[in-house]
DNA sequence: AGAGAATTTTATCCTTGATAAAATTTTATC
DNA sequence: GATAAAATTTTATCAAGGATAAAATTCTCT
């Protein structure tokens, strides 16, 4: 009962504990919520169910676990990479992930799935409550980047303007995570909202640059993607 | 038969039908999604589950049919009321949605977890589309009203502003239904949110305007938790 | 009233989350 | 190195929930 050992025995859970996690995100970020059933998870990592719940817990968990490793490897990942520019560095947040939602598709797609399905389940979860506040904050400092840079009136609480942008980051994140649209379309998005939050309290010179970016973000390809993919469903026995 | 017929046989069905379709709004709204089961439901309406599948559908429909019903029940109780003033015209969709949710809390909150579920469940649905859509379109012709009005410079593609409103507003939306914070706060979020949007392209004397109401909205504490976790930097000055 | 159609119910299947108890593997002690 | 104890994994099984076929019932129409 030695608690300090890296004995083999340990190494192995932990080996088996990763498996697991891997696995599950890749279920995740493929098919959805819904392909996550743990006899298919215990397969696929070489287990059988009940060491699931000896390694991880219940279902809840799972999700929890993946949900949590964002966090973790987003934290490690974010350099702190004071841009020269502060409306660089305001948009960092952006940028950063529109990075790693690229480079590593499943593992954001599923931490994400994860977080949306806890945070609809009723309870309120630490973590997810961590990670939006998290982004909260990034939002956050870099209004006041430009702040200090004296390119923000300063007639709107930051505070405000930073919900708001963090409201609308998190949907957009969603609409990438649900397969609404591609990581392109993201980073338009997310960026295209916080150019406009941030014009809200800008300078006018301040201003002027920002209408130009958001301007240059509209590009090519067009939107109304997301709302139209409108496949008619048929109802049955639906007479009116 | 008779197609046409308004039979006994058909009344019936219809206000089974309607009994189904109110006790699971009512078991949405109460329990949240988990505690929307098909047996509770048939036994909560008075019929076996198989009439379930025969007057609705399997459970996705359920929650489409409640979802759908939001949107003839809103179309139909949104009055076109032009205000006078642009301003109040635009806000009319946060207003309207205040009143709608405090007078039927049951009904709305239902029909958003029923909402969030389907958008979450892979696959696109028409009436998910069409209520954001609906939404969007508010959106865009309060931001019309206030381009004729003058009160917008022009700078920023009105569909952009609309898109990002929307967007938060639905975050908003979800905060409520999911019980995260009343129906007072729900309006102040929304409002704000959309105030600050409208500063991104206000005419000076209007930018003025907006942030005086937003600085009005800010008003009594509430709750401070939600998702951001932001301590404010309260911006007291500009009192004018 | 009675044939036939439409609807509801009875009975049952299958998937999935969850867990107790047995079997196995590892650790610690002599 | 053998063996007892502890920890972990597996076998077997339950219960809940979505879904459906087939029987029973109700309604319509002639």
């Given at each position: 009962m030695n608690a300090l050992a890296d004995s083999v025995r340990t190494r192995n859970m932990q080996k088996r504990r990763g498996r697991l996690l891997a696995e599950a995100r890749r279920l995740l970020a493929r098919g959805?919520?819904?392909?996550?059933?743990l006899r298919d998870l215990a397969q696929a990592a070489g287990v059988t169910v009940p060491t699931i719940y000896n390694l991880i817990g219940r279902k809840e968990d799972v999700l929890l676990a993946v949900a949590a490793g964002v966090l973790s490897e987003v934290e490690a990942r974010t350099?702190?990479?004071?841009?020269?520019?502060p409306l660089d560095q305001a948009a960092a947040v952006v940028e950063t992930s529109t990075r790693l939602f690229a480079e590593e598709p499943e593992f954001y797609r599923a931490a994400f799935l994860a977080v949306e399905w806890l945070d609809q389940g009723g309870q309120h979860h630490a973590e997810v409550a961590r990670i939006y506040a998290w982004v909260g904050d990034l939002m956050e400092s870099g209004l006041a980047a430009c702040r200090d840079a004296g390119l923000?009136?300063?007639?709107?609480?930051p505070a405000q303007m930073a919900a708001l942008i963090t409201r609308s980051f998190r949907m957009s994140c969603r609409g990438w995570a649900f397969g609404h649209y591609d990581v392109d379309e993201f980073r338009r998005l997310a960026l295209g909202d916080f150019y406009i939050t941030l014009c809200a309290d800008a300078v006018e010179t301040f201003r002027r640059r920002l209408t130009r970016r958001i301007a240059t973000l509209a590009?090519?390809?067009?939107?109304?993607?997301?709302?139209?993919?409108?496949?008619a469903q048929v109802h049955r026995g639906e007479s009116q």
């Open positions: 959805g919520y819904e392909a996550l059933n350099a702190p990479a004071r841009a020269a520019d923000i009136v300063g007639d709107i609480p590009a090519p390809a067009a939107q109304a993607s997301t709302s139209t993919g409108l496949r």
